[in-house]
């Protein structure tokens, strides 16, 4: 699993993979990779089940998450003309918090 962040760099935008965020996390805290990608696993697991479950995650002075179910749509086939039922989509959808826009705010002047 890739995990992405887009970084600005002089006008371009890089995404940060998983991997340097386990090199960044190890420097800061002396841990193995392997323990601190263990728990990463574990935490984005458990946001999925819990997405799946309750449909809200609520992160501390970051934001939440919730799913929403986008009703389906009419599908048309061109070749006969029938119209096809088309089955509905659920989606993923964040909401910073305060303190989290107004960080972002203050750090991508």
Do not use: W
């Amino acid at each position: 699993m890739t995990v992405m962040v887009y970084l600005r760099m002089g006008g371009k935008e890089k995404a940060m993979v998983k991997e340097e965020y386990l090199e960044q996390i190890k420097n800061e805290t002396g841990l193995t990779k392997r323990d601190i990608e263990k728990v990463i696993n574990c935490f984005i697991a458990l946001m999925k089940k819990n997405l799946a479950a309750k449909g809200k995650i609520n992160l501390a002075n970051f934001g939440t998450f919730t799913v929403a179910r986008f009703a389906p749509k009419r599908l048309y086939s061109p070749h006969d003309g029938r119209k096809l039922p088309g089955s509905g989509i659920y989606k993923v959808h964040f909401k910073q918090s305060k303190e989290f826009k107004e960080f972002l705010k203050k750090e991508m002047k």
